[in-house]
């Protein structure tokens, strides 16, 4: 099965487990996805992901995370898509649901949220919107 946007794949998958209450799901792999996948870490919505591999089969197992038995992810919206991208400036960035929410960008500098791109004046592409 040949997908156009894995990314977005990845991030439909995240959150219909976190819905159905799934402890841990696993994933195809890529570096982009791992990248995606350690800002979601270091922010808290998954409490932890490693790499898989099975013979030449490498996959992602993917622990989600919970708090009060309700899904951290409460919200994720993949912004950017192959037919449409969407570029911000960093003049343009504001706190996303007064600072609970985060946007997830591509920049010169890498996978990073929407505050640290902030801080270092870099502009990108909108991955997704999380909360």
């Known amino acids: ?14 959150r219909n487990a976190s ?10 792999s890529s570096k982009m996805k ?20 099975e013979g030449k089969k490498k996959d992602l197992k993917v622990h989600l995370s919970y708090y009060n038995k309700e899904p951290a ?7 950017s898509t192959p037919g ?10 504001r706190p996303l649901r007064n600072n609970m929410g985060t ?3 591509s920049t010169s500098k890498g996978i990073m949220t929407g505050r640290r791109a902030k801080k270092m004046n870099l502009g990108g ?7």
């Open 19 to 28: 819905r159905a209450k799934y402890d841990w799901i696993i994933l195809p």
């Open 73 to 79: 992810i409460r919200h994720l919206k993949k912004v």
């Open 103 to 105: 946007y997830l960008l």
């Open 1 to 14: 099965m040949s997908l156009s946007d894995p990314i977005a794949d990845m991030l439909c998958r995240i």
């Open 125 to 131: 592409e909108i991955i997704c919107q999380v909360w």
């Open 34 to 53: 791992e990248a995606v996948l350690n800002v979601l870490k270091e922010e808290g919505f998954i409490r932890d992901y490693k790499r898989v591999e």
């Open 84 to 93: 449409r991208r969407s570029y911000i400036q960093v003049s343009n960035l």
